[in-house]
């Protein structure tokens, strides 16, 4: 998952140019029976707050022995958080972590100046047939933190605030919304919620952040007369007091944003910087291949193969 697709933006009209800034309608590709739409980075936007990529996963269904297999490959100056509805993946990265990322927990990976990691199905998870989907993001560090050593933070399910009543189910993944925060560690304003929404449910948005998006991930959603079906994102002027409202059938959609970056960013394969000459560093870096005494490890327990550099 490391090609940028050319998307389709489609910008509101009517009244709803006063409540909606632009509308991104990802483009899907299809893995082999995997299917990945990417909202960002798009033509119309290239960050929603600190957030720089945004891909929807599946959902999939794989047969028995089969399953996401990503290898070893590298990040630079981002955080990523993988998010999931159903499903598991297995997580390994170079600081030595081993982890299982399970449906409505938060698997928080700093890269910072520089960290490897794999996503893989494996084990006994994959002697029997089973699902995936959820949504995998990529948040942009300030440029205070890009240099910053690589962590690692897990917080599962009940340990994320989880905000109830009026037909909507809001549970906070990142950041600070609605009077609460969630626990792992970011390092800007932002906020990331998964929200669960009954027939007809009122949702308004958090109006203390600058930059704010909604994706509709399953059903549809109205904001200002208009509707908006699943797989599309939202993004709504600063200062705008804004709600959306789900149609007959409920609603779920992911709320994002923050603080706008301090400046634009550079996004090469897996590598966001915010000048050109550290990507650059970071690519010999990643080509050079020096596992024991280079910038970059491979993973303990995952250390037999690696996704090589793109030619350009």
């Given at each position: 998952m490391s090609w940028n697709p050319a998307l389709d933006p489609d910008c509101p009209i009517g009244d709803a140019v006063d409540a909606i800034e632009t509308v991104i309608v990802p483009r899907a590709r299809d893995l082999?029976?995997?299917e990945v739409r990417r909202a960002l980075p798009a033509p119309a936007r290239q960050m929603?707050?600190?957030f720089i990529f945004f891909d929807q996963m599946g959902p999939a269904e794989f047969l028995t022995g089969k399953g996401i297999d990503v290898r070893p490959h590298p990040h630079i100056g981002l955080a990523t958080v993988t998010y999931l509805y159903k499903g598991k993946i297995h997580h390994r990265d170079s600081l030595g972590t081993d982890?299982?990322?399970e449906p409505g927990a938060v698997n928080w990976m700093v890269a910072g100046h520089g960290i490897t990691h794999s996503e893989r199905a494996d084990g006994d998870y994959i002697k029997q047939p089973h699902n995936l989907f959820g949504l995998q993001t990529w948040v942009a560090l300030?440029?205070?933190y890009e240099d910053e050593a690589a962590a690692f933070e897990h917080a599962p399910k009940d340990r994320l605030p989880l905000l109830e009543g009026e037909g909507k189910e809001v549970r906070l993944?990142?950041?600070t919304a609605y009077g609460e925060e969630a626990p792992v560690k970011v390092y800007?304003?932002?906020f990331y919620a998964d929200a669960l929404l009954e027939a007809y449910a009122h949702l308004p948005m958090p109006d203390d952040h600058e930059d704010r998006g909604l994706y509709v991930v399953a059903g549809d959603v109205s904001v200002s007369g208009q509707t908006f079906e699943a797989g599309q994102m939202l993004v709504f002027r600063p200062g705008d007091r804004i709600s959306a409202q789900a149609?007959?059938?409920g609603a779920r959609v992911m709320l994002l944003g923050g603080a706008t970056m301090d400046g634009p960013r550079h996004i090469w394969w897996n590598f966001v910087a915010s000048s050109k000459d550290r990507i650059d560093?970071?690519?010999e870096a990643w080509r050079a291949g020096d596992w024991a005494h280079g910038r970059f490890k491979l993973p303990p327990g995952d250390a037999e193969e690696f996704i090589p550099a793109p030619d350009r």
């Amino acid at each position: 998952m490391s090609w940028n697709p050319a998307l389709d933006p489609d910008c509101p009209i009517g009244d709803a140019v006063d409540a909606i800034e632009t509308v991104i309608v990802p483009r899907a590709r299809d893995l082999g029976g995997f299917e990945v739409r990417r909202a960002l980075p798009a033509p119309a936007r290239q960050m929603v707050g600190p957030f720089i990529f945004f891909d929807q996963m599946g959902p999939a269904e794989f047969l028995t022995g089969k399953g996401i297999d990503v290898r070893p490959h590298p990040h630079i100056g981002l955080a990523t958080v993988t998010y999931l509805y159903k499903g598991k993946i297995h997580h390994r990265d170079s600081l030595g972590t081993d982890q299982w990322i399970e449906p409505g927990a938060v698997n928080w990976m700093v890269a910072g100046h520089g960290i490897t990691h794999s996503e893989r199905a494996d084990g006994d998870y994959i002697k029997q047939p089973h699902n995936l989907f959820g949504l995998q993001t990529w948040v942009a560090l300030p440029q205070q933190y890009e240099d910053e050593a690589a962590a690692f933070e897990h917080a599962p399910k009940d340990r994320l605030p989880l905000l109830e009543g009026e037909g909507k189910e809001v549970r906070l993944i990142l950041g600070t919304a609605y009077g609460e925060e969630a626990p792992v560690k970011v390092y800007s304003e932002t906020f990331y919620a998964d929200a669960l929404l009954e027939a007809y449910a009122h949702l308004p948005m958090p109006d203390d952040h600058e930059d704010r998006g909604l994706y509709v991930v399953a059903g549809d959603v109205s904001v200002s007369g208009q509707t908006f079906e699943a797989g599309q994102m939202l993004v709504f002027r600063p200062g705008d007091r804004i709600s959306a409202q789900a149609g007959e059938q409920g609603a779920r959609v992911m709320l994002l944003g923050g603080a706008t970056m301090d400046g634009p960013r550079h996004i090469w394969w897996n590598f966001v910087a915010s000048s050109k000459d550290r990507i650059d560093a970071a690519k010999e870096a990643w080509r050079a291949g020096d596992w024991a005494h280079g910038r970059f490890k491979l993973p303990p327990g995952d250390a037999e193969e690696f996704i090589p550099a793109p030619d350009r």
